[in-house]
C-alpha cells in the first residue's frame, strides 16, 4: 500500500479557499454578478466553498454551476453544464477544479465556452502539479506542488479532509 502524507490539514485547505475567494473578488469586485463553475466532482465541492465565502464578503451575486465530462477521455461523451449558453452570456465566469495535472481537463471544459461570448473566463485549481501537456494556466492556484509523474494529489472534503500526496 502506498504511502499517504498529508500536505494540506482541514484549517489550512479552508485557508487557501478563504485566500482564493478574496482573489477572485478582488480581481471582480466591481461585478453584480460571478458565475462559479465546478468541474465534477471535487471541483464542484471545492467551487461551492469558494462561492459562499465570496458571498459572505461581497455583495456580489455568486451563481453556482456544474460541468460534467470523462476525464480521462473527454472526446468519448458529451460535455455537460447545468447551466445552458444563455445564462452565461457576457458574464465572469470562473472554471473550478481540483488539480491541475496535465491540463487536459481544464482545457476541453474551456474549449466549450467559446462558442459563448463571455466577459472574462478565469481558471482555478487548489493544487497546481506542474505537469502541463496543454496550452492552459490557472489564472488563480491554492498552492503548486512539483511532483513526479508517478505521484499521485488527492483532494480529500468531508471526513479526513485534506490534501495528500501518494
Do not use: C
Request: aromatic share 6%.
Amino acid at each position: 500500500m502506498k504511502k499517504k502524507t498529508q500536505i494540506l490539514d482541514k484549517i489550512q485547505l479552508q485557508q487557501k479557499v478563504n485566500r482564493l475567494a478574496w482573489q477572485i473578488y478582488e480581481q471582480n469586485y466591481s461585478e453584480k454578478e460571478i458565475i462559479v463553475v465546478g468541474i465534477e466532482k471535487r471541483g464542484v465541492e471545492l467551487s461551492k466553498r469558494i462561492s459562499d465565502v465570496i458571498s459572505s464578503i461581497s455583495d456580489i451575486k455568486v451563481i453556482n454551476s456544474t460541468v460534467k465530462l470523462d476525464k480521462e477521455n473527454p472526446l468519448s461523451s458529451d460535455i455537460v453544464f447545468s447551466l445552458d449558453a444563455d445564462s452565461i452570456e457576457n458574464k465572469v465566469v470562473v472554471l473550478i477544479d481540483d488539480v491541475l495535472n496535465s491540463g487536459k481537463t481544464l482545457i476541453y471544459t474551456s474549449k466549450e465556452f467559446l462558442s459563448v461570448p463571455l466577459k472574462k473566463l478565469s481558471t482555478l485549481v487548489l493544487v497546481n502539479r506542474n505537469h502541463n501537456r496543454y496550452p492552459v494556466k490557472a489564472d488563480y492556484e491554492g498552492m503548486s506542488l512539483s511532483t513526479t509523474l508517478q505521484e499521485h494529489i488527492t483532494v480529500v472534503f468531508g471526513k479526513e479532509e485534506g490534501v495528500y500526496l501518494s
